[in-house]
């Protein structure tokens, strides 16, 4: 995918989260959007996107909303690191790989902000962070999966499979029936 792209939907994403997905909040927990497009284009693309864009986009969110500069950029691209791993051992073609590193990168990216922000003087209790995590955990990884969906039709493309017909189905069948 081109940079531009990737940019649009990183944009789009930023300004869904500040903007719509609060009001579909549980428990005042939201969907984080941007970790799930870190994680996606982490895991699921070729390249840096992931570890380029959310960084950036975390410094953003952070200049726009946080107490503290610089905690998301930093988890965001420590989370796109950990995908980048984990792309090594899973395959991109099941969605319970994604829903592994949509987990793995969801508790990732809490543990890092929680005790970033701990040690730079915030007193949010631990129990309370890992209850409010929970919901937060569900919901991304259920966001992760529908947009996973969308997105993996254009990347898992089967170029080493020579017996993959790229016609339509009618014409497939008449070939083998032949």
């Not at 953003?60 to 690191?81: H, K, M, Q, R, T």
């Not at 890092?112 to 962070?129: D, K």
């Amino acid at each position: 995918m081109k940079y531009r792209y990737s940019i649009a939907l990183f944009f789009v994403g930023f300004i869904l989260q500040s903007t719509v997905l609060n009001h579909f909040a549980i428990l005042g927990v939201s969907p984080n959007i941007i970790l799930c497009l870190v994680v996606i284009f982490s895991f699921l693309y070729e390249g840096n996107h992931g570890l380029i864009l959310g960084p950036v986009f975390g410094m953003i969110n952070d200049i726009c909303f946080a107490e503290i500069i610089g905690v998301s950029a930093l988890s965001y691209f420590l989370v796109a690191l950990l995908c980048l791993e984990l792309k090594r051992y899973l395959y991109k073609d099941s969605w319970v790989s994604m829903m592994i590193v949509s987990s793995a990168g969801t508790v990732c990216f809490g543990l890092l902000y929680w005790g970033t922000t701990r040690i730079l003087g915030n007193g949010v209790h631990f129990l309370y962070v890992l209850k409010l995590h929970g919901i937060l955990l569900a919901y991304n990884v259920m966001v992760t999966i529908i947009m996973y969906h969308f997105m993996s039709r254009r990347v898992i493309k089967h170029r080493s499979d020579r017996y993959m017909y790229r016609g339509n189905l009618q014409e497939a069948r008449s070939l083998y029936r032949s």
